[in-house]
């Protein structure tokens, strides 16, 4: 019997050996969204929304762990009968990621000589109604981007206009712009919160950060910021809204005492997040968060404090058989 030669299949390359496909990442992209400042009380203005920060190409080292803080919101400021000492709204709290820090939003203010003012925050609050606008009473705003990051973490809140007679504050400020002023001659409608900003980080888009409406005495009721941030209160029957949770929203400021639910109380900030993604090369090389995978990228979302923690192989490169 003789010896029978097999021959190579056609197309086939030999000799079969170990090649390289393209590295694995060595750097992440975020979000990082602190939580929103609450609104203020009696004809109380806006919350100013939490801190916005996010960027690519962030580095990142093999085999480490990152501790993550997820900022709360700010509680609402409250009215001194029946709840207790009038108050204004409550800034946000910082939310981390590594060297990244987005700043709370500043709390809306409250009617009153000594808490009038928005406070200064990621974005900030907005100016409560005080009815001695001709010797320079009205609300300020407080200032957004404080502390000052560049991209710019936020926007200021808006201001009550001068020579305001009808009861209305002005609006939080967003990521995505200031919050409004107050409108009408006399002034009759609260501002509207600043322009949330839309990502795209955990696969779909969604807005983040938009400030709280102002409050006023007979309405419209002011809209929070892209659909975030919380809206104004109106008059006595007209509830506040909290900011979105986990979004960073502005809480909207709330209008007078009346009955319960109200109770002169402004409504509390969202939460915030914070979002890490990288290419999915090599397919999950990190822990901490819920982990999903949209086309194209591994993404970690925290709602909550927790740890990002990279693999010893996070950034090693990815062999293949040829």
Same mark, same amino acid.
């Given at each position: 019997?003789?010896? +029978? #030669?097999?021959? +190579? ?6 000799? =079969? ?26 004809? @109380? ?5 939490? !801190?916005? +920060? ?28 029946? =709840? ?15 060297? %990244? ?13 000594? %808490? +009038? ?26 200032? @957004? ?26 609006? @939080? ?19 509207? @919160? ?6 795209? /980080? ?25 659909? %975030? ?9 007209? =509830? ?6 986990? #979004? ?6 709330? #209008? ?12 509390? !900030?969202?939460?915030? %997040?914070?979002?890490? #993604? ?42 293949? /058989?040829?």
């Amino acid at each position: 019997m003789g010896i +029978r #030669r097999l021959g +190579r299949p056609t197309g086939y390359n030999y000799p =079969v050996g170990l090649g390289t496909s393209a590295a694995a990442n060595t750097t992440v992209d975020y979000l990082v969204v602190a939580g929103g400042g609450g609104g203020g009380s009696q004809v @109380g203005g806006g919350g100013g929304a939490g !801190g916005f +920060r996010t960027a690519s190409g962030f580095s990142v080292t093999a085999g480490t762990p990152y501790a993550i803080m997820v900022g709360g919101g700010g509680a609402g400021g409250q009215m001194n009968n029946p =709840v207790g000492a009038l108050t204004k709204g409550s800034n946000g709290s910082s939310s981390i990621f590594s060297t %990244i820090t987005s700043a709370g939003g500043g709390g809306g203010g409250s009617y009153g000589p000594t %808490i +009038r003012d928005g406070n200064s925050g990621g974005s900030g609050g907005g100016g409560a109604y005080n009815d001695s606008p001709a010797v320079g009473t009205v609300g300020t705003a407080g200032t @957004g981007n404080t502390p000052n990051t560049s991209p710019a973490q936020g926007s200021n809140g808006g201001a009550v206009a001068p020579g305001t007679a009808a009861g209305a504050a002005a609006g @939080g400020g967003g990521a995505g712009g200031a919050g409004s002023a107050t409108s009408g001659s006399p002034a009759v409608s609260g501002g509207a @919160g600043g322009a949330g900003t839309a990502s795209s /980080i955990s696969g779909s888009p969604l807005n983040y950060a938009g400030g709280g409406g102002g409050a006023s005495q007979s309405g419209p009721a002011a809209s929070g910021g892209s659909s %975030i941030g919380g809206s104004g209160g109106v008059g006595v029957s007209v =509830v506040s809204t909290n900011g979105t949770t986990n #979004r960073g929203g502005g809480g909207g400021g709330q #209008r007078d005492a009346g009955t319960a639910p109200l109770n002169g109380v402004g409504s509390s !900030g969202g939460s915030g %997040i914070v979002v890490i #993604r990288y290419n999915d090369a090599g397919g999950q090389r990190a822990t901490g968060g819920t982990v999903t995978t949209p086309a194209g990228y591994v993404v970690h979302t925290f709602t909550g404090d927790g740890t990002f923690a990279t693999n010893t192989d996070f950034g090693s490169a990815i062999y293949s /058989i040829n």
